[in-house]
């Protein structure tokens, strides 16, 4: 197979794939005179538009992506990613508007905010929402920023954030960024949280619980809201990362569970595309003891129009600049009206069967450390495969010669030699069929012929990569050789 | 709309498989109390006719891209070429997630790769990360990233700063133990080298200044990266308008130790402020410390050249919370757009659109400044912005221009009290002279 070049690699002096028109105003030929200029960026690509063209072309044959195929890539929600989300979000209203133009001119964008703010609230159950987190992560940091300054305002910060040991590695690295020192929760039998070590670690040195629910083996709190409850009690807040709310939409809501906080990825739970590794948005919703402390900007109306308010005395202030990432928010709120309330309901609904169907059709062939049920994911082992020295990495390169992205890879840590899957609620059975399938073969293959999967992916532009080389010696920039 | 793809009969196979009646079996591992007992009160649902009529009626609400404006302060309008639309659109850019698995990801870790060169040949850097949410959060994450090199408590940073940029900082840095303290600017808009040199100090972790600051004005790099190594202190720069890379000299050549900043001039609309791109490079020393995502080059077991995410020891999914950063899903798909939009406009492109934000800036400042009742605020150089002062409050000039069908510039006066009188305003290679003559013309006929 040919390896596409670098773009460096095939540029030329002199050539050009963009021409200005040409300067209309008087220009002057010593207008750079005086300023740090350089006359050169050595390196700096030259092609024609056609070499630009094919290059990305080449490029994108070499991804694979939820529009190719079956992506069950457990905690991230690949779902299909409607094309009439991208269309009204280019739409140069939208796209053209600048973050300070009058507020008068921007009526429509301000009012998508408050609806989505509106909407996200009917579907979580809190009081509040701000949309202004880019990302999961940027919303954890908010919603910890949230309870601190309430606390602080309570009289003391608290020094401890308690977080099972089944969490997302974002969830201690944000609650640390926000002055926290962490402890984890160990968890039971069932992978829950087990109540009595929360009992006994919950008190009022503690500000807040982060606990995901479902949690990252699917598996649904069951006791919520003693957990809320004991957290309460100790005047704690409860914080739900709700990175797997695809599992609960029009099923149950946060809010009516005693949570205090959370956040809610758009890219997953909402449809907006992952692009590769982003924009996402992860809006923060609160109950309404924490609505103060929402960051700035806030919008609300004011004489029948929309309007923003900066000046919240209690506010934890800004977390980015302008109001988040609103074409991710315009998205979001296409696919919320596309579906409608059935149809809110029924991702989850469908999420959870899909995931139940997988689970039940390869529960002989992978092991199941926890066989408490799940709702939208499952997480297999590696165990029964260990025994002919197959691990869930070459089960993972396998599935890449069988058509298929393999599953999220050992996480959650609790699990050894995890294989996270989560189909979604999107996708068909033929292709639902064709997973169990290739899962199936490669079972069969790890006692019959554990080198195919050994040396796989066979079938791939690249072959299996050396990490290690990459971090030991790390080449992070293309440099022209001397 | 539903975008569900089973048939009634596929569900009825699948029910039977897991050995079940109905859907809500399997909602049995929930508490009967919390379920939902209602519909979700939300709008019905819409087709996709009904879905974009409903879009264009609230699009209709937008008047502003109608008009003729000069807001610039963070955001900017450039051209984007139409090969960065039709190819950042496809569904293989669009539809994958982060690059986990190497070899069916070739095409992102590769652009990745290749934007981490560019950022590194515009900024002077050594070493990029693949990118961060927006310019304001960059400047944040830079500031804790001095603080972790150094451990110094106090961060120096400029008041000509985006002061949204500032208040972010003051958010990030709020719970850490690290603090601010401001540096004033001069009469040529340029930070003060006295009061700089008074409040560096052995407790002073870094200098974090903006060039081209919000007011448009290139600063004295060289100077302030000195003064700052002088002290043991890091030398941040912060470039808000990164468009100016195409002609301004790299801030790394000034000895900057890390550059960061906001790249939405790189390809992406101004999107009513995001998706943006956040970019951040450093010196290689640093590299530990870097936040984010970062591409290798590598070869597989056939000893092909290939591409992966590496030193994901610093990140959060390894190191918990020791890591450099929270951050995981980041602006991927933004900086594909940068990537595509440098490589097409290419060497003399950048650099021919950097010098006609000059031109045309200078031209649009000259003949405004000519007019009376109107003067420059500042006198240093600058690159696509500067200030105007009037005789009366910025914001009443902004009014009266609306009253022609023009939206002014950013009046300071809310990021700036004693700037109450000045307007910053911005034009790129995209304004015409006729639209910078009908601005001038308007002006005067609002001061006449």
Known sequence: MIRESLIFEISDKGKRAFALPKLDVPGKKDILRGLPVRDEIPGFPQVSEIEIVRHFTRLSQQNYCVDIGFYPLGSCTMKYNPKINEKVAALREFALSHPFAPEDMVQGNLEIIKLVEDYLCEISGLDAFTLQPSAGAQGELTGMMLIRASLEARGKARKYVLIPDSAHGTNPSSAHLCGYTVQEIKSNENGTVDLEDLAKRMNEDVAALMVTNPNTLGVFEYDIRKIAEIVHAKGGFLYMDGANMNALTGICRPGDMGVDVIHINLHKTFATPHGGGGPGSGPVGVIKALEPYLPIPRVEKRGGKWALNTNLPESIGRVRSFFGNFLVVVKALAYILALGPDGIKEIAEIAVLNANYIRKSLDKDYHLKYTTPTLHECVFSDKYQKEYGVSNLDIAKRLIDLGVHPPTMSFPLIVHGALMVEPTETESKRDLDMFIDAMKQIAREAKENPEVLKSAPHHSYVRRLDETAAARNPVLKWEKER | ?448
């Open chain 2, 1 to 448: 709309m539903s975008y569900i793809s089973l048939s009634d009969q596929d569900k009825k196979e699948m029910l039977a498989r897991i050995g079940i009646k109905s859907i809500g079996e399997l909602y049995g591992c929930l508490p009967e109390e919390i379920k939902l007992k209602r519909r979700l009160n939300l709008p019905e649902a819409l087709s996709e006719p009904e879905l974009l009529r409903h879009f264009e009626t609230l699009a209709a609400k937008n008047t502003y891209a109608d008009h003729l404006a000069f807001l610039g302060a963070g955001v900017y309008r450039h051209f984007i070429p139409s090969v960065v639309d039709a190819l950042s659109a496809r569904g293989e850019f669009l539809t994958p997630y982060t690059p986990y698995q190497p070899e069916v990801s070739q095409g992102t870790l590769q652009i990745i790769f290749e934007y981490q060169t560019l950022v590194c040949q515009l900024t002077g850097m050594d070493i990029s990360n693949a990118s961060l949410y927006d310019g304001a959060m960059a400047a944040a994450e830079a500031v804790l990233m001095a603080n972790r090199l150094n451990n110094k408590p106090k961060i120096l940073v400029a008041r000509s700063l985006h002061p949204q940029y500032r208040e972010t900082i003051r958010t990030y840095i709020k719970n850490l133990g690290v603090r601010i303290e401001e540096i004033e600017v001069g009469d040529c808009g340029g930070i003060k080298t006295d009061d700089l040199m008074n409040k560096l100090d052995k407790d002073t972790s870094a200098v974090l200044l903006q060039s081209p600051n919000f007011f448009g004005v290139v600063e004295d790099l060289k100077t302030f990266s000195d003064l700052a190594h002088g002290h043991q202190a890091l030398f941040i720069v912060a470039v808000a308008e990164a468009a100016s890379l195409g002609v301004l000299e790299a801030p790394g050549a000034f000895g900057a130790d890390i550059v960061c900043g906001e790249a939405q001039s790189f390809g992406l609309a101004p999107s009513f402020g995001g998706p943006h791109l956040g970019f951040m490079g450093c010196k290689k020393e640093h590299l530990r410390q870097l936040p984010g995502r970062i591409a290798g080059q590598t070869k597989d077991v056939d000893g092909r050249r290939g591409f992966v995410l590496t030193l994901s020891t610093r990140e959060q999914h390894i190191r918990r919370e020791k890591a450099t950063s929270n951050i995981c899903t980041n602006q991927a798909w933004c900086a594909l757009r940068a990537t595509m939009f440098l490589e097409t406009l290419g060497h003399d492109g950048l650099r021919e659109m950097a010098v006609q934000n000059i031109q045309k800036s200078d031209y649009a400042a000259e003949r405004l400044s000519g007019i009376k009742g109107i003067k420059r605020h500042f006198s240093g150089r600058f690159f696509n912005e500067f200030v105007l002062e009037f005789r009366k409050d910025g914001q009443k000039i902004n009014d009266a221009l609306r009253t022609k069908g023009i939206v002014g510039g950013l009046s300071l006066k809310t990021f700036y009290p004693e700037l109450g009188n000045c307007v910053l305003f911005c034009v790129t290679e995209v304004y015409t002279k006729d639209e910078i003559d009908r601005l001038a013309g308007a002006l005067e006929e609002v001061l006449r």
